[in-house]
């Protein structure tokens, strides 16, 4: 990936995500008051959360893998039902992958 | 702070927000050196971390936008996925606007910090002194952490080397776990969140990274169109560390 595409994703990324917040703050309460546009936007970034989990657990380019990080990923699952804060859950599964791979496990 | 007199449960009030405003920050910003080291770890160097951190700062946002790219993704599809991500702050405008009253410069500066934690705090106060108290503590104050303890992780990230041997990868993955655990409180979230896994696998062979992830967010919308409407919406924002999310009943029982 060349450094000018990482620039224009991080800049134009960052223009959007602002521009959304402003609209925010400028458009008349009622129109993002409908309880279906708020459910929806819930849903949509449980969605694209979910599906980040997914990618980011179990492939690998354009291929799907079983590797450390599916059991790494269950620790902090578990971490996560013991109310585990963020940095906790986060460090749990980068130690058990690491762990795993210094044991053999791809 | 307002012109108006305070009377004593008003100050109390608003140092009850400052307090959870200066906790929060700090369970937030924490957690930067986690995006910062896996920034760098998904190919990005430590000045184009450092403008999603300042620029974009929202943490899905820029979770998900270093997620695509290191994956091999196109900028449009993080842009796109980034810009999705961040259209729940567009939702919180209209809440917290009414209660800050600010125009010009200062609006723009309070759209910028216009995340998850500030409006949660914000909108967990009585409008007025507190309200505004617990805004601008916890947003300025999760700015300030959060690009401090980013800049550190990048710093970090850049002197470990191979990041698969830390596990890092592992690490991205829990900690998109961690952002959307507590968003899965009713069984309509339950149900996307699991089609939208099936849905990103299924097409990861198929489709130019980053495309997976964008297709997920169709599932969403349409469940969003199709479920009946009385399910409660969930507008109220979900802070992102699982344990930074505001307590106000035991933080403010002390004053009570």
Redesign the interface.
């Known amino acids: 990936?060349s450094?000018t595409?990482?620039?224009?994703?991080?800049?134009?990324?960052?223009?959007?995500?602002?521009v959304?917040?402003?609209?925010?703050?400028?458009?008349p309460?009622h129109?993002?008051?409908q309880?279906?546009?708020?459910?929806?936007?819930?849903?949509?970034?449980?969605?694209?959360?979910?599906?980040?989990?997914?990618?980011?657990?179990?492939?690998s380019?354009?291929?799907?893998v079983a590797d450390?990080?599916l059991p790494?990923?269950a620790v902090?699952?578990v971490a996560?039902v013991l109310?585990?804060?963020?940095?906790v859950?986060?460090?749990?599964?980068?130690?058990?992958?690491?762990?795993l791979?210094a044991l053999g496990m791809p | 702070m307002g012109p108006e007199p305070l009377d004593d449960a008003v100050v109390a009030d608003v140092r009850a927000a400052r307090r959870q405003a200066v906790s929060v920050a700090f369970?937030t910003g924490?957690?930067g050196?986690?995006f910062g080291a896996l920034s760098v770890a998904a190919?990005?160097?430590t000045a184009?971390t450092m403008?999603?951190s300042l620029?974009?700062?929202?943490g899905?946002?820029q979770?998900?936008?270093i997620?695509v790219?290191g994956?091999?993704g196109?900028?449009g599809a993080?842009?796109a996925?980034?810009?999705?991500?961040?259209?729940?702050?567009?939702?919180?405008?209209?809440q917290?606007?009414?209660l800050l009253g600010v125009h010009g410069v200062r609006?723009?500066l309070?759209?910028?910090l216009?995340i998850d934690e500030s409006t949660a705090v914000a909108t967990v106060h009585p409008p007025g002194p507190a309200a505004r108290a617990g805004f601008w503590w916890t947003g300025v104050g999760v700015f300030v952490l959060w690009n401090s303890f980013t800049l550190l992780g990048a710093l970090l990230g850049n002197t470990l080397g191979d990041p698969?041997?830390?596990?890092?990868?592992?690490?991205?993955?829990?900690?998109?776990?961690?952002?959307?655990?507590p968003?899965?409180g009713d069984s309509?979230?339950r149900t996307?969140?699991?089609?939208?896994?099936v849905?990103?696998?299924a097409t990861?062979?198929?489709l130019p990274?980053g495309v997976?992830?964008l297709?997920?967010?169709v599932?969403?919308?349409v469940?969003?169109?199709l479920?009946p409407?009385a399910?409660?919406?969930?507008?109220a924002p979900t802070t992102?560390?699982?344990?930074?999310r505001p307590a106000p009943t035991s933080d403010e029982r002390e004053d009570a």
């Open positions: 990936m450094d595409t990482l620039w224009v994703a991080v800049l134009a990324g960052s223009a959007v995500v602002f959304l917040k402003l609209v925010g703050h400028l458009v309460e129109w993002l008051a309880p279906r546009v708020a459910r929806t936007a819930a849903l949509v970034t449980v969605a694209l959360l979910s599906a980040l989990v997914a990618v980011q657990a179990a492939t380019g354009s291929e799907l450390a990080r790494a990923l902090a699952a996560l109310r585990a804060p963020f940095i859950v986060v460090v749990l599964a980068a130690l058990t992958a690491a762990l791979r | 369970a924490l957690y050196v986690s190919g990005l160097d184009q403008a999603l620029l974009m700062f929202s899905g946002s979770f998900a936008a997620g790219l994956a091999g196109a900028a993080a842009i996925t980034a810009g999705l991500l961040g259209a729940r702050n567009g939702l919180y405008g209209p917290v606007s009414p609006r723009l309070a759209a910028q216009t698969r041997r830390y596990g890092l990868d592992a690490a991205a993955a829990a900690a998109f776990l961690a952002l959307v655990w968003r899965l309509l979230a996307v969140a699991a089609a939208a896994v849905v990103a696998l990861t062979p198929l990274a997976p992830v297709l997920a967010a599932v969403a919308i469940a969003g169109a479920a409407p399910v409660a919406p969930t507008t992102s560390p699982t344990n930074a």
